[in-house]
């Protein structure tokens, strides 16, 4: 069982459609994936409801997810991790406790832009446009993902 974890800051627009998404091209005896935000403020709450609503759109359910906050543990309960930015990026890699944890963070967009850094911009302040931009790119993203595990 490999396990894969998304983050973000909110854990509650970006990494919820990304576990989603990739939920759903992944057989989940095989995989077990998840996702967490940096920050506290979402705690057991519901994905926004405008990432709720574009899922929704493109036939995927994400509403029985709830917050939580990335701790510690995690480095040792997941393969990899994926960060959405580069925010979340260094934030993950200074809670590391070991080369080994440091090793398992990686940005989720070096899957189709290898080396260029790019963001999943945070759509928070955004409108549905941006939720739709967020959506499109997480998809492109995670059926990258998909394929290569699948190939592994
Ligand atoms: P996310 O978006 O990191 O994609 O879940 C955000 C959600 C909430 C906040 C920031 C970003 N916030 O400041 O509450």
Request: a negative charge; aromatic letters at 8%.
């Amino acid at each position: 069982m490999l396990r894969i974890l998304m983050v973000c800051l909110g854990n509650i627009c970006r990494s919820p459609l990304a576990e989603g998404l990739l939920k759903s091209k992944l057989d989940t005896s095989k995989y077990f994936v998840d996702s967490a935000g940096t920050g506290s403020w979402h705690i057991g709450h519901q994905p926004d409801k405008r990432s709720i609503a574009v899922a929704d759109k493109h036939n995927l359910d994400i509403s029985d997810q709830r917050g939580r906050q990335f701790s510690e543990v995690d480095f040792d309960n997941f393969d990899i991790i994926y960060a959405m930015d580069i925010n979340n990026y260094e934030d993950l890699r200074e809670m590391a406790k070991s080369d080994k944890d440091t090793q398992k963070v990686k940005l989720l967009l070096d899957i189709l832009f290898p080396g260029e850094n790019m963001d999943v911009p945070d759509p928070y302040t955004g409108g549905m446009f941006q939720f739709e931009q967020v959506y499109d790119i997480l998809d492109k993203a995670t059926t990258q993902l998909a394929n290569q595990l699948n190939n592994d």
